[in-house]
C-alpha cells in the first residue's frame, strides 16, 4: 500500500512538473481569483463586471464565468461553478424552494433594475388556421398586429436567459398560453423573429440593452410595450431607444443582486468577498460619474438587498 501510493505521488510529481509555466501559473492564479458568472458578452452583466473589474480588479482577483444570464447564473452557483453571480430578485424568489443552494445564496450589493425587452415585427405576426375539410383544404392566413405584450397572447415566442423563468411567470398570472421557444442568445431569437418563426422575443438585460441598441430603423422589428398589472418585486419604468424611434417606451422591471455563496467570513473567500464588497461602496461615487454603465446610477443605497438576506463580512 505504502509503495502504490509513493508512486502515486511520484506520478503527480511528474506531470506537475512537465506542464509548461505558463499552464501552472494560470492554474495558480485562477484557484486564488473569484469567479463571477455574469452573462452573455455585450449584454448587461457582463458590462458591470467589467466595470467592477476595472476599479476594484487591482484589489482582488476576479475571473469572468460566462452563462446564459440569471437563472444560469444561479445553478452555476448552486454547483460550485462560481463565488458570486448577477441574478434578478424575482428569479431568486422563484427559485429559492427549487434548491437549498439557491436558497442559502446572500445578496453582496443591490444593484440596476434589468428590464424585460420585447421585440416584435414592425408588420406583426402572420400564421395559417387548422386545415379544414380533413385536411384536403388550407386553412386561412390571420394577421396579428403586435404592438403591445397583451397582443401576444396564444403565440409563439423566442425567450432568452431569466426571460426563460420570468416569461412563463407572466404566462401563469395573465393567462397567455403563449409557446415558449428557449434559445441560447438574442441573436438567434432574433434571427427566429426576423423569419417569421416566432411573433416575438424576450429578452432581460439592464439599460440600454447591447443587442437592442445594435437594431436600427430599417429593420423591420420595434419593441413592443409592457401594457399588463405589475405586482411586487416588479415595477414598471420608462426608457428611451433612440435607435428604434422608442421614446417614453413602458418596460417591466425587476431589480438586479451580486449574490454569492455563503462563506465564512474569515475564510479566504469570505475576506477577498469583505473586500471586493467595501472595494464597491467606496467607488460608487466614481462608478456613478465616471465613464461606466449607466446602471450605476441606478443604485441608491448599497444596504438595501430589497429583503433579500445580505453578505455581512467580518469587521475590516
Known amino acids: 500500500m505504502y509503495i502504490a501510493k509513493t508512486s502515486i505521488a511520484i506520478l503527480s510529481i511528474s506531470l506537475l512538473t512537465a506542464l509548461p509555466v505558463s499552464a501552472q501559473t ?25 466595470n467592477i473589474h476595472a476599479v476594484c480588479g487591482a ?16 445553478t452555476t452557483l448552486a454547483a460550485n461553478q462560481a463565488d458570486l453571480g448577477f441574478a434578478q430578485l424575482d428569479t431568486l424568489q422563484d ?15 443591490p444593484l440596476n433594475m434589468n428590464l424585460l425587452h420585447i421585440v416584435g415585427r414592425s408588420d406583426g405576426y402572420s400564421y395559417k388556421t387548422e386545415r379544414k375539410l380533413g385536411g384536403l383544404m388550407g386553412g386561412d392566413t390571420v394577421h ?23 416569461g412563463r411567470v407572466l404566462d401563469r398570472r395573465n393567462a397567455m ?15 427566429k423573429l426576423k ?59 425587476a431589480p438586479n443582486l451580486l449574490v454569492t455563496r455563503p462563506f465564512t ?3 479566504a473567500n469570505g475576506r477577498a468577498l469583505a473586500t471586493l464588497q467595501h472595494c464597491i461602496q467606496k467607488n460608487l461615487l466614481n462608478l456613478q460619474e465616471g465613464q461606466y454603465e449607466p446602471a450605476w446610477r441606478e443604485v441608491r443605497s448599497t444596504s438595501d438587498s430589497f429583503g433579500w438576506p445580505r453578505f455581512v463580512g467580518s469587521k475590516r
Open 26 to 50: 494560470e492554474s495558480s492564479s485562477a484557484s486564488t481569483a473569484l469567479r463571477v458568472a455574469t452573462g452573455k458578452k455585450g449584454k448587461g452583466y457582463s458590462k458591470l463586471f467589467a
Open 59 to 74: 484589489q482582488v482577483a476576479l475571473t469572468e464565468v460566462e452563462t446564459e444570464g440569471g437563472l444560469q447564473n444561479l
Open 95 to 109: 427559485m429559492k424552494s427549487s434548491d437549498e443552494a439557491i436558497g442559502a445564496l446572500q445578496a453582496v450589493l
Open 144 to 166: 396579428v398586429p403586435v404592438a403591445k405584450f397583451s397582443d401576444l397572447k396564444g403565440l409563439p415566442v423566442a425567450v432568452v436567459g431569466s426571460a426563460r423563468a420570468l
Open 177 to 191: 398560453n403563449l409557446q415558449f421557444v428557449d434559445v441560447e442568445t438574442d441573436e438567434q431569437a432574433l434571427t
Open 195 to 253: 423569419a417569421g418563426e416566432v411573433a416575438g422575443v424576450f429578452s432581460t438585460s439592464g439599460w440600454p440593452s447591447g443587442p437592442v441598441q445594435k437594431l436600427k430603423r430599417d429593420s423591420g422589428l420595434r419593441l413592443v410595450q409592457f401594457d399588463m398589472a405589475v405586482q411586487p418585486p416588479y415595477q414598471l419604468i420608462k426608457k428611451n431607444y433612440e435607435n428604434l424611434d422608442a421614446f417614453n417606451h413602458a418596460f417591466l422591471a
Open 265 to 267: 467570513a474569515t475564510g
